[in-house]
C-alpha cells in the first residue's frame, strides 16, 4: 500500500514557520514528507532535519527526500529533539500531531474500527501493541485510560465487558473491540458518531505514550529554537491541544511575584510570544479532508 498522508492546514503551517532561506527547519513527525516538501523548496541553502518513529514512514521519507543532500533522516521520537540536533538550535519546528492517513488506510496497523485487524495501533512497529493493553492490563487500568485520554463516559461498562470477554477468548481483532464497545453503549448514544472512536483513541494513546511524551517534548522543541525562531503544533483532540495551548502560554508568562511586590524580584521576562491562538480548517478543507474537522494550528515564536 502506498504511504498516502493529506495534510491538513497545509497551507497555514507552511506560512507560520517563517521560512528563511538558509535556515534550519526540523519536521518532527515527517510521515509521507508533504510538509518536509513544502519547507525545502523555500530553504535553498538551508537544512532540514526529518524525523518519524514509524518504520514505514522513514523508507517512504528516504525515497522521496532522501537523495537531497539538505535532508537528514532520523527515525527515532520526537522527545529525543535535544539529542538529534545535538547542540544545533534550529530556525523553525513543525511537529503534526495526527496519526497518519497511511496508517489509518493500511488496515494491517490495526488502528481503525472500520477494518478488520490485528489489534495493533503502534506507530513505531515495536513495544506493546493494543493486543497487550487490552488483553493484559487489569479492568481499572482500563477503564481509568478510556476515561483519562478518551474522555469515555462509559468507560466503565466498556471494561467491564471487555474483561468478560477475554475471560472466555483473548480480543484479538479491531471488530471485535468495536463490538464490544458498541455493545457497551446505550442504544440512545448510538447515533452521535462511532462508539469506538473514543476507545480507539484511548488505547492508542496509552499503546505510543502519546502525552506523556509530548509535554516533555513541547519544552524541548522550544529551548531548541534560536532567537526568532518559531514552533508550530498541529493537534487533533482536546487533550493534546490543552497540553500545547498551556505550555505555550508557560513560555510568554513574565513576572511572577504576587501581586502586592511593589517592583519585581523574580526576574522573569517572556521567552516567547503567540503567533497565533488556533488555527482551524476553513470550509473547503472540511470539505475535502474530513479528518481536518479536529485539527488545530498553534504557533509560538522564541524572542530574546
Given amino acids: ?155 466503565r461498562n466498556i471494561a467491564k465487558n471487555i474483561i468478560k470477554k477475554r475471560s472466555v477468548s483473548p480480543i484479538k481483532t479491531t471488530l471485535e473491540l468495536a463490538e464490544i464497545v458498541k455493545d457497551s453503549y446505550p442504544a440512545k448514544f448510538r447515533r452521535d458518531g462511532h462508539p469506538a472512536r473514543k476507545t480507539f483513541q484511548a488505547i492508542r494513546i496509552e499503546v505510543n505514550d502519546e502525552l506523556t511524551m509530548l509535554s516533555g517534548a513541547v519544552e524541548d522543541m522550544f529551548d531548541s529554537l534560536k532567537t526568532g525562531g518559531r514552533l508550530s503544533i498541529i493537534t487533533f483532540h482536546s487533550l493534546e491541544d490543552r497540553i500545547v495551548k498551556e505550555k505555550f502560554k508557560e513560555f510568554t508568562q513574565g513576572c511572577t511575584c504576587p501581586k502586592e511586590f511593589p517592583v519585581c524580584i523574580c526576574g522573569k521576562t517572556p521567552e516567547g510570544r503567540i503567533v497565533n491562538k488556533g488555527i482551524t480548517a476553513g470550509d473547503k478543507e472540511l470539505n475535502e479532508n474530513n479528518r481536518s474537522r479536529s485539527a488545530r494550528l498553534r504557533t509560538i515564536e522564541k524572542i530574546g
Fill in 1 to 155: 500500500m502506498e504511504f498516502n498522508h493529506v495534510s491538513v492546514l497545509f497551507d497555514e503551517t507552511i506560512d507560520s514557520l517563517n521560512i528563511k532561506e538558509n535556515g534550519l527547519y526540523v519536521d518532527c513527525t515527517c510521515g509521507g514528507a508533504g510538509h518536509s516538501k513544502a519547507v525545502l523548496e523555500k530553504i535553498p541553502q538551508g537544512h532540514l532535519i526529518a524525523i518519524d518513529r514509524d518504520p514505514d514512514a522513514i523508507k517512504v521519507i528516504s525515497e522521496r527526500i532522501g537523495s537531497d543532500n539538505r535532508v537528514e533522516i532520523v527515525h527515532n521520537t520526537f522527545d529525543n529533539i535535544k539529542e538529534i540536533l545535538n547542540g544545533r538550535k534550529a530556525d523553525g519546528i513543525l511537529a503534526d500531531l495526527g496519526v497518519s492517513s497511511f496508517q489509518l488506510d493500511n488496515a494491517e496497523r490495526g488502528f481503525s474500527f472500520h477494518n478488520d485487524a490485528f489489534l495493533d495501533m503502534r506507530m513505531s512497529k515495536s513495544g506493546k501493541s493494543a493486543y497487550d493493553v487490552v488483553n493484559g492490563y487489569s479492568e481499572e487500568h482500563i477503564a481509568n485510560i478510556l476515561f483519562k485520554f478518551g474522555e469515555e463516559k462509559f468507560a
